[in-house]
C-alpha cells in the first residue's frame, strides 16, 4: 500500500541526508494543572522535567501472577507463535514480542482499560487516548537480545505519522528488573530535543527494525553528547513496578546474559487529537497492529 504525502506541517523533520537536532515543539505534560488523577502534583513534575516517571507498585503480586499466567499461555501457544504479531530473537528463535496483545488477550484488555494504568495517560495527555501500541516483551536469561538506543517518536513520527509528541508509555515489570538482566535506560531531560535520524526509510522497514533498529538510529557522536549532557539512569524494581515515560525519551536496553528473566507488557497511548496522520519520512505506513489506525477511545 502506497501512501500520499500528509498535509500536517513536519514539525520534526528526520530520515534526510543529515542528522538534525530540533527542539521539542510540544508540551510534555498536556493535562490543565490541578486536574484530578492517579498522579499528583508532585509527580506529574518529575515527568515534566525528566520525560519519565517511576512507579514502585502499580499493580499488587496477585495480579502479577495472573499477567504472568497469561504472557506463558501465549508465548507457548503455536498459534500465537505463527501470527505475524510474534517476532522471534534472530538466534535463538524464541518470541521475543507479541504485539497488539490487548486484542489478543481479554486478560491484557482489562490492564489497558484499569483506571490505574489508563487515568495516568489521560492525566498526562490531557484528554481521552487510544492504543497507539501494545505488546508483551519476553526477554528470558542467557542471551536475549537488547534494544539500541533510540527515540519512539522518531520512529513513530516517520513511519506511523503521529504528527506531535503526545504520547506515553508505559512498561509494567512481570518479573524483577535487576541492575543486571537488561533493564531499560533513559537520558533524563532528553525528551526536550528532538533529534532527526540520517537515511531513507527502507520499504517494510519494521520486519527488520523489531529485531535489531537502524533506520531511526542516532550516530555514536550525538548519543555521546546526549549522554554527556544528560547522564543515564538504569530501571531497576520488583514485578509490578512501572515506569511511564514519554515518546521522545531516548532510551534502549542491553542484553540479557543473566539467568534471571526479564519481562514486561509495554503499552502506548496516543491522544486522540494527535490521531495519526501519513508517514512523514516512510514510503507506506507499518502494520496496524504496530502502529494502530483504530483511534476510538479506551473506556
Same mark, same amino acid.
Given at each position: 500500500?502506497?501512501?500520499t504525502?500528509?498535509?500536517?506541517?513536519?514539525?520534526?523533520p528526520s530520515?534526510?541526508g543529515?542528522?538534525?537536532?530540533?527542539?521539542?515543539?510540544?508540551?510534555?505534560?498536556?493535562?490543565?494543572?490541578?486536574?484530578?488523577g492517579?498522579i499528583?502534583?508532585?509527580?506529574?513534575?518529575?515527568y515534566?522535567?525528566?520525560?519519565?516517571?517511576?512507579?514502585?507498585?502499580?499493580?499488587?503480586?496477585d495480579?502479577?501472577?495472573?499477567?504472568?499466567?497469561?504472557?506463558?499461555?501465549?508465548?507457548a501457544?503455536p498459534?500465537?507463535?505463527?501470527?505475524?504479531?510474534?517476532?522471534?530473537?534472530?538466534?535463538?528463535?524464541?518470541?521475543? &514480542?507479541v504485539f497488539?496483545?490487548?486484542?489478543?488477550s481479554?486478560?491484557?484488555?482489562?490492564l489497558v482499560?484499569?483506571?490505574?494504568?489508563?487515568?495516568?495517560?489521560?492525566?498526562?495527555?490531557?484528554?481521552?487516548?487510544?492504543?497507539?501500541? &501494545?505488546?508483551?516483551n519476553?526477554?528470558?536469561?542467557?542471551?536475549?537480545?537488547?534494544?539500541?538506543?533510540h527515540?519512539?517518536?522518531?520512529?513513530?513520527?516517520?513511519?506511523?505519522?503521529l504528527?506531535?509528541?503526545?504520547?506515553v508509555?508505559?512498561s509494567?515489570?512481570?518479573?524483577?528488573?535487576?541492575?543486571?538482566?537488561?533493564?531499560?535506560?533513559?537520558?533524563?531531560?532528553?525528551?526536550r530535543?528532538f533529534?532527526?535520524?540520517?537515511?531513507?526509510?527502507p520499504?517494510?522497514?519494521?520486519?527488520? &527494525?523489531?529485531q535489531m533498529?537502524?533506520?531511526?538510529?542516532?550516530?555514536d557522536?550525538?548519543?555521546t553528547?546526549?549522554?554527556?549532557?544528560?547522564?543515564?539512569?538504569?530501571?531497576?524494581g520488583?514485578?509490578?513496578?512501572?515506569?511511564?515515560?514519554?515518546c521522545?525519551?531516548?532510551?534502549?536496553?542491553?542484553?540479557?546474559?543473566?539467568?534471571f528473566?526479564?519481562?514486561?507488557?509495554?503499552?502506548?497511548f496516543n491522544?486522540?487529537?494527535n490521531?495519526?496522520?501519513?508517514?512523514?519520512?516512510?514510503?507506506?505506513?507499518r502494520?496496524?497492529?504496530?502502529?494502530?489506525?483504530?483511534?476510538?477511545p479506551?473506556?
Amino acid at each position: 500500500m502506497t501512501t500520499t504525502t500528509t498535509t500536517i506541517p513536519d514539525l520534526y523533520p528526520s530520515r534526510g541526508g543529515t542528522e538534525v537536532s530540533v527542539p521539542r515543539q510540544d508540551p510534555v505534560v498536556w493535562g490543565a494543572p490541578g486536574t484530578p488523577g492517579p498522579i499528583d502534583v508532585g509527580g506529574l513534575q518529575t515527568y515534566e522535567r525528566d520525560g519519565f516517571l517511576a512507579v514502585d507498585q502499580l499493580i499488587t503480586d496477585d495480579e502479577v501472577a495472573v499477567y504472568r499466567q497469561e504472557l506463558d499461555r501465549l508465548v507457548a501457544d503455536p498459534a500465537i507463535r505463527a501470527d505475524e504479531r510474534s517476532i522471534v530473537e534472530p538466534k535463538s528463535q524464541e518470541i521475543r &514480542s507479541v504485539f497488539e496483545v490487548h486484542r489478543i488477550s481479554e486478560v491484557f484488555a482489562a490492564l489497558v482499560r484499569d483506571e490505574r494504568v489508563v487515568g495516568r495517560a489521560r492525566q498526562i495527555l490531557g484528554s481521552d487516548v487510544y492504543v497507539h501500541q &501494545s505488546r508483551i516483551n519476553v526477554k528470558p536469561g542467557f542471551g536475549a537480545s537488547g534494544f539500541y538506543w533510540h527515540s519512539d517518536f522518531e520512529t513513530w513520527h516517520a513511519e506511523d505519522g503521529l504528527p506531535n509528541m503526545r504520547a506515553v508509555s508505559v512498561s509494567i515489570a512481570l518479573t524483577e528488573n535487576h541492575d543486571t538482566n537488561g533493564g531499560l535506560m533513559i537520558m533524563p531531560g532528553s525528551h526536550r530535543t528532538f533529534l532527526g535520524c540520517a537515511g531513507a526509510t527502507p520499504e517494510d522497514n519494521y520486519k527488520k &527494525s523489531l529485531q535489531m533498529q537502524d533506520a531511526g538510529t542516532p550516530s555514536d557522536e550525538a548519543l555521546t553528547a546526549m549522554a554527556s549532557r544528560y547522564g543515564i539512569k538504569l530501571f531497576t524494581g520488583k514485578a509490578g513496578s512501572a515506569t511511564w515515560f514519554d515518546c521522545n525519551c531516548m532510551h534502549g536496553s542491553g542484553d540479557n546474559i543473566t539467568p534471571f528473566p526479564r519481562s514486561n507488557v509495554f503499552i502506548v497511548f496516543n491522544s486522540v487529537e494527535n490521531a495519526a496522520v501519513e508517514p512523514f519520512a516512510a514510503p507506506v505506513r507499518r502494520p496496524e497492529f504496530i502502529g494502530s489506525r483504530d483511534f476510538t477511545p479506551v473506556r
